[in-house]
């Protein structure tokens, strides 16, 4: 049995008995280097498969529709570890990513706003962010999903953009409030890639909308994107994916430093 063949089969058990958990990838101000939030990434050990990377679940969580749970699941591990840091003093802001699928119905808005008026958080803290390629798919029933989210105070981010750059235009009417800069773009300094990465940026402070990079590894990297302006970044320079406890440590030694 290949291994596409036991992710098939192992995947919905797995998501029905929540067993995927959330890890923390810390976002950091590029200007002063405080961790300010944290992007929430979904992760799978099985007994039989061991640790299966994301490239090989989510695509088959997708396929099979089982991407509104797992999905649900992640904003909900992600929000409450946000308020057991904001228990703990760490007001941090959490991103979640979010499937196109996930927008074609009103779960995912009713999960949030059922979020916002069970507890003490303020839905400014959470970070909903759709891939630019899944985006266009049905760009008129995302644009109005994607309005009543922000309409609670949630705030929607395009991510790994950069590799539908000739889109650009398309998020005009979209209610976006942060842009992720793809990995491949801070990694790319040809005079091609430096010329793109420059186009978004002024795009992007011409509309006054913050900008953050990603796959930040070396400080080449963060010099390049603090020189364009980019408000946030996330990557290995900074740190690898983490435990919410272990976070939590991180936020310690980081608010002392």
Do not use: C, H, K, M
């Given at each position: 049995m290949t291994t596409e063949t036991l992710i098939d089969t192992l995947l919905p058990t797995a998501v029905a008995d929540g067993v995927l958990g959330a890890v923390f990838q810390p976002l950091v101000d590029v200007s002063t280097g405080r961790i300010v939030g944290a992007e929430a990434l979904a992760r799978w050990t099985d007994p039989v498969l061991g640790?299966?990377?994301p490239h090989e679940f989510i695509p088959v969580a997708e396929r099979t529709?089982?991407?509104?749970?797992?999905?649900l699941q992640m904003l909900r591990s992600a929000w409450q570890a946000t308020e057991r840091w904001g228990a703990a003093g760490h007001a941090v802001?959490?991103?979640?990513?979010?499937?196109?699928?996930?927008l074609a119905t009103h779960l995912l808005d009713d999960a949030v706003a059922g979020m916002v008026a069970g507890g003490p958080g303020?839905?400014?803290?959470?970070?909903?962010?759709?891939?630019?390629?899944q985006l266009f798919g049905d760009i008129e029933t995302a644009?109005?999903?994607?309005?009543?989210?922000?309409?609670m105070g949630a705030h929607v981010s395009i991510d790994d953009f950069g590799v539908g750059y000739s889109s650009l235009e398309?998020?005009?009417?979209?209610?976006?409030?942060?842009?992720k800069i793809d990995m491949s773009m801070v990694h790319d300094f040809s005079p091609g890639g430096e010329e793109a990465l420059r186009a978004i940026a002024d795009y992007a402070h011409a509309r006054d909308i913050e900008l953050v990079a990603e796959g930040v590894e070396t400080p080449e990297h963060l010099a390049?994107?603090?020189e364009i302006g980019c408000h946030r970044a996330q990557g290995?320079?900074?740190?690898?994916?983490m435990s919410e406890d272990a976070f939590l440590e991180v936020l310690e030694e980081n608010a002392a430093a």
């Open positions: 640790e299966v990377p529709g089982l991407i509104e749970d797992l999905g802001g959490v991103s979640v990513n979010v499937s196109a699928l996930q303020d839905a400014q803290r959470l970070t909903l962010e759709i891939t630019e390629t644009s109005a999903r994607l309005r009543d989210l922000a309409a398309r998020i005009e009417d979209l209610p976006v409030s942060e842009i390049r994107i603090r290995y320079l900074f740190a690898r994916p």
